[in-house]
């Protein structure tokens, strides 16, 4: 990691600066250490920071152990969602691409980043334009950072990620132009204490994304949209809207991907 990306996290213990350990001066750090002004250190791993804290709890672990053991072939299980939904999910993914600004900086971060793929498809569309871009990328899947990781330095652009947790995320308040949220709100343990985290992370008139599971009201009706259903009940969810904090402003929704799934957009 480098000191841009050490620069916009805190320590999610108590809120602090981080540092890294020992004071070493380096553009870049593979393995090592950070330490916050109160002194609580946190490694660092083939330069991805592990900023996890409090320890996550059993319903959440199981998820994320799913997650690791799927992480090397999870992109080629996704795929069966084209053909069975009738859709084109890196396609789809190039929608999020509609809330980037036409020009100048834009700083994103995916909060459950998987395997990069909404990254990636960025990257498809805005091959020459990446310089503006300043992308960080969170999971509490290490096994899905490691892939994400190696694919974004295959494509040959940067993103700077982290290892933590969704319910107490590490990086400062007001700093993200865009926080996307793709694929796992439905099984999270504390809903609104997600959403209100991805409120605080981004700037005043930033504009948060989430999409997931869910059926539209008319899909569901129908004999496709029950067989769907049957065969994943996670396709019986329905959008979160309760649980949108007090604060949020313009929220919106949508269903996508052959409306199959809910897509929820607000601003701060």
């Known amino acids: 990691m480098d000191e841009s990306h050490l620069k916009i996290l805190k320590c999610p213990k108590c809120g602090k ?8 001066a380096v553009a870049d750090i593979a393995d090592g250490e950070i330490v916050c002004e109160k002194g609580h250190t946190w490694p660092i791993t083939q330069g991805i920071p592990s900023l996890v804290h409090p320890p996550i709890n059993e319903e959440d672990a199981k998820w994320i152990s799913d997650y690791d053991q799927m992480a090397e072939n999870y992109d080629e299980l996704v795929k069966e969602y084209d053909t069975w939904l009738g859709i ?17 900086s834009c700083r994103s971060i995916d909060v459950s980043i998987g395997t990069g793929a909404n990254f990636i498809a960025l ?13 960080h990328g969170m999971d509490l899947s290490t096994g899905m950072l490691n892939v994400s990781q190696r694919k974004f330095k295959d494509a040959g652009f940067t993103v700077g990620l982290t ?29 609104p204490g997600a959403l209100n985290e991805m409120l605080r992370i ?13 059926l539209s009201p008319e899909k569901r009706e ?35 991907m052959n409306e199959t799934f809910y897509q929820i957009v607000f601003k701060k």
């Not at 600066?17 to 070493?24: A, D, E, S, T, V």
């Not at 990257?123 to 871009?133: A, T």
């Not at 396709?235 to 996508?256: C, G, M, Q, S, Y």
């Open 88 to 104: 084109d999910m890196m396609k789809e993914r190039e929608g999020f691409n509609t809330f980037i600004p036409i020009e100048g």
């Open 202 to 214: 981004a700037k005043p008139g930033g504009i948060i994304i989430v999409v997931d599971e869910g």
């Open 123 to 135: 990257y498809n569309q805005f091959k020459d334009q990446m310089e503006r871009f300043n992308l």
């Open 17 to 24: 600066k981080l540092l890294f350990n020992g004071g070493i």
């Open 163 to 191: 290892h933590g947790s969704v319910f107490n995320i590490p990086f400062q308040k007001n700093l993200f132009d865009i926080v996307l949220h793709s694929g796992g709100i439905n099984t999270f343990s504390d809903i």
């Open 222 to 256: 129908t004999e496709e949209g029950k067989a769907i259903i049957k065969t994943n009940s996670l396709f019986a969810a329905k959008p979160p809207l309760e649980h949108i904090p007090e604060k949020a402003k313009d929220v919106e929704v949508n269903f996508v």
